[in-house]
T-cell receptor
């Protein structure tokens, strides 16, 4: 069966510090991978999605970046965090065939930038 | 393009019904519905693919209109466990056979005794 791991669960970081959130998927190959951010009252905002190794599409201009060094590994990074980066970050995957399949979410990372 | 959800929030008493709407200005490939409990990851409810489709399980069902621009989620005889934020997600073709999944801002549903 497929599983998705996301860590850490919570993180408190000072403004200007770097960030690295990691997400890995097991039990499937060549999944579509997503990073979402959820801020209060703003729903699930799509940040990045990837259809393959090294293929990253950015949806929102920001100081965040994403990388996919391996087929089932998706990393969200920042060189310098801003206060506005605080939120609940969710990684998700769906079948590579695309369309008509559900997305499976990790348990999320609650990031607080202080 | 982010789908538009309404209402933003709704409060129900146990046993009452609710409808949550999701709309887009363009025809959608599909629409997803998820429910998220506070502090947890969203959980999949259902996907609709075809115009005019209706599906559901237990007392939660959804419809997709003929033009595939609007979907509604129906919660009947609500239970306390239905509380949470409901998101509709829409898939858009992004080229090379891939689809990106974009969500609305969510509808917060609170069921009270």
């Amino acid at each position: 069966s497929q599983t998705i791991h996301q860590w850490p669960a919570t993180l408190v970081q000072p403004v200007g510090s770097p960030l690295s959130l990691e997400c890995t998927v097991e039990g499937t190959s060549n999944p579509n991978l997503y990073w979402y951010r959820q801020a209060a009252g703003r729903g699930l905002q799509l940040l990045f999605y990837s259809v393959g190794i090294g293929q990253i599409s950015s949806e929102v201009p920001q100081n965040l970046s994403a990388s996919r060094p391996q087929d089932r590994q998706f990393i969200l990074s920042s060189k310098k965090l801003l206060l506005s980066d605080s939120g609940f970050y969710l990684c998700a995957w769906s079948d590579e065939a695309g369309g008509n399949t559900e997305a499976f979410f990790g348990q999320g990372t609650r990031l607080t930038v202080v | 393009q982010q789908p538009v959800q309404s209402p933003q929030a709704v409060i129900l008493r146990e046993g009452e019904d609710a409808v949550i709407n999701c709309s887009s200005s363009k025809a959608l490939y599909s629409v997803h519905w998820y429910r998220q409990k506070h502090g947890e990851a969203p959980v999949f409810l259902m996907i609709l693919l075809k115009g005019g489709e209706q599906k559901g399980h237990d007392k939660i069902s959804a419809s997709f209109n003929e033009k595939k621009q609007q979907s509604s989620l129906y919660l009947t005889a609500s239970q306390l466990s239905y509380s949470g934020t409901y998101f509709c997600g829409t898939e858009q073709y992004s080229g090379a056979g891939s689809y990106q999944l974009t969500f609305g801002k969510g509808t917060k549903l609170s069921v009270i005794p």
